[in-house]
């Protein structure tokens, strides 16, 4: 693994991720995607918050053609549900993560984007799903989580036809959650994850695990499960700092 692929910096409970092959507009190549897998599968200790960005004015422009691989059926099956178990470690994690997306965000890119919590898109940015302009169908999770965000009609339009969107598109339709002017998503991000990073650790972990799950699952389960996360939240240490802090209004301090 090339030691500089995906470099950490860690700024207190903030850990900023940043995909490093500017040669490639920081496509993904299996070396890339185990830098990632084994930072949200070991998160350094006192870290609460990730930020993940790219560098030289892309984000993350998806597969790496050129280091593309022949494989069989089920050698790309498995690639694929390789790709699944990364981008499921990076949602589910525990972390919360914001992403300072500009440039490509495309195809695996996207998926990528997609697994994240909070995410921002600079000017430059363009959402694109062009695997049917390459004979391809997308493998590492959009037909789930972009899916969702898009509802199964848009998405298949933009397979269909290799329709870009940008930031503003972007924050209509979802793929983003905010949109900033240019050089100016990393600074939202940092903000953003300082927030994050003040919330009690244990209600940021139910909201990233329940509220994804509780989409899957009917309303009567839906709700239930929400009883659940309350009851586990309502009774911590951290909710009772919570509401001494408002009573006394002051800021709270979590564990």
Same mark, same amino acid.
Request: glycine share 4%; aromatic share 4%.
């Given at each position: 693994? #090339? @030691?500089?692929?995906? #470099?950490?910096?860690?700024?207190?409970?903030?850990? /900023? =991720? #940043?995909? !490093?092959?500017?040669?490639?507009? !920081?496509?993904? !190549?299996?070396? =890339?995607?185990?830098?990632?897998?084994?930072?949200?599968?070991? @998160? @350094? /200790?006192? /870290?609460?918050?990730? /930020?993940l960005t790219g560098t030289a004015g892309h984000y993350c422009s998806g597969l790496d053609l050129a280091e593309h691989v022949a494989r069989d059926a089920e050698g790309t099956m498995r690639h694929s549900r390789n790709w699944h178990g990364v981008m499921e470690r990076i949602q589910f994690s525990g972390l919360p993560v914001v992403s300072a997306m500009f440039g490509a965000v495309i195809g695996g890119g996207l998926e990528l984007a997609t697994s994240t919590h909070v995410r921002i898109a600079e000017p430059s940015t363009i959402f694109q799903l062009p695997e049917g302009r390459r004979g391809i169908y997308v493998g590492g999770g959009a037909s789930v989580r972009v899916g969702r965000i898009l509802g199964a009609d848009r998405m298949t339009e933009m397979m269909l036809t290799g329709r870009k969107y940008d930031a503003h598109d972007g924050l209509r339709l979802g793929l983003c959650h905010y949109t900033v002017g240019e050089g100016e998503a990393l600074a939202l991000a940092m903000d953003l994850a300082g927030k994050i990073a003040s919330n009690a650790g244990l209600s940021n972990y139910v909201m990233i695990h329940a509220l994804a799950r509780i989409e899957d699952m009917s309303k009567a389960d839906g709700l239930?499960?929400?009883?659940?996360?309350?009851? =586990? #939240?309502?009774?911590? @240490?951290d909710a009772q700092e919570g509401l001494r802090a408002f009573l006394d209004k002051r800021a709270p301090t979590f564990r």
């Open positions: 693994m #090339t @030691p500089d692929i995906l #470099t950490i910096d860690v700024q207190g409970p903030i850990a /900023v =991720l #940043t995909m !490093n092959r500017p040669d490639k507009r !920081n496509a993904m !190549n299996d070396a =890339l995607l185990a830098a990632l897998d084994g930072f949200f599968s070991h @998160p @350094p /200790v006192g /870290v609460k918050v990730a /930020v239930f499960t929400e009883s659940l996360c309350a009851a =586990l #939240t309502q009774t911590s @240490p």
